[in-house]
T-cell receptor, first 111, second 114 residues
Framework: GQNIDQPTEMTATEGAIVQINCTYQ??????LFWYQQHAGEAPTFLSY????GLEEKGRFSSFLSRSKGYSYLLLKELQMKDSASYLC????????????FGGGTRLMVKP | NAGVTQTPKFRILKIGQSMTLQCTQD?????MYWYRQDPGMGLKLIYY???????DKGEVPNGYNVSRSTTEDFPLRLELAAPSQTSVYFC?????????????FGPGTRLTVL
């Protein structure tokens, strides 16, 4: 089984940088995903980490430390449209490509 | 490609009624999934399928049934609706397991059981 923790809510200012943390405990780690979900919409894929280190994609970056069971999503130059929930999901090395999701972090970007 | 489509978008059921949530994908993906998302919460896996004719339980399967007769379709059946099944249901699909292969989600079905 897995246990995935992330903060429930965060608030940040337009133009600023925000870091959303995710900690996990799993018996067989096989990748960590970040999804973005706007209110009333489906989750959409943001990033994937399986090795330690930083993955950068434009304004978004994701970091993973497997030994610490820790990841973060870094959002730079925040825009109002970044107001959404950010879901951390961990995949175990079993069949089915199953993901276990954290509860999500609702980010509010203020002017 | 339409991606993953779900019908209906909204539905209100009375306790004890039955219904089927439809899910179709046109990406020729092998893997399909059903999740539920309660307000302010993450996604919980109900059932998944690794290919036509093969299904398996996820974390919260009680009260639901699925079938996978074709690669494209993965309907979710609620037999006796209960208030605890009030939720948003998302269907997702992926090509295979492993690597960067991500899951693509449908727009969701918002279900209320009264």
């Amino acid at each position: 089984g897995q246990n995935i923790d992330q903060p429930t809510e965060m608030t940040a200012t337009e133009g600023a940088i925000v870091q959303i943390n995710c900690t996990y405990q799993t018996s067989g780690f096989n990748g960590l995903f970040w999804y973005q979900q706007h209110a009333g919409e489906a989750p959409t894929f943001l990033s994937y980490n399986v090795l330690d280190g930083l993955e950068e994609k434009g304004r978004f970056s994701s970091f993973l430390s497997r030994s610490k069971g820790y990841s973060y999503l870094l959002l730079k130059e925040l825009q109002m449209k970044d107001s959404a929930s950010y879901l951390c999901a961990v995949r175990e090395d079993n069949a089915g490509n199953m993901l276990t999701f954290g509860g999500g972090t609702r980010l509010m970007v203020k002017p | 490609n339409a991606g993953v489509t779900q019908t209906p978008k909204f539905r209100i059921l009375k306790i004890g009624q039955s219904m089927t949530l439809q899910c179709t994908q046109d990406m020729n993906h092998n893997y399909m999934y059903w999740y539920r998302q309660d307000p302010g919460m993450g996604l919980k896996l109900i059932y998944y399928s690794v290919g036509a004719g093969i299904t398996d339980k996820g974390e919260v399967p009680n009260g639901y049934n699925v079938s996978r007769s074709t690669t494209e379709d993965f309907p979710l059946r609620l037999e006796l609706a209960a208030p605890s099944q009030t939720s948003v249901y998302f269907c997702a699909s992926s090509y295979r397991t492993g690597g960067t292969d991500t899951q693509y989600f449908g727009p969701g079905t918002r279900l209320t059981v009264l």
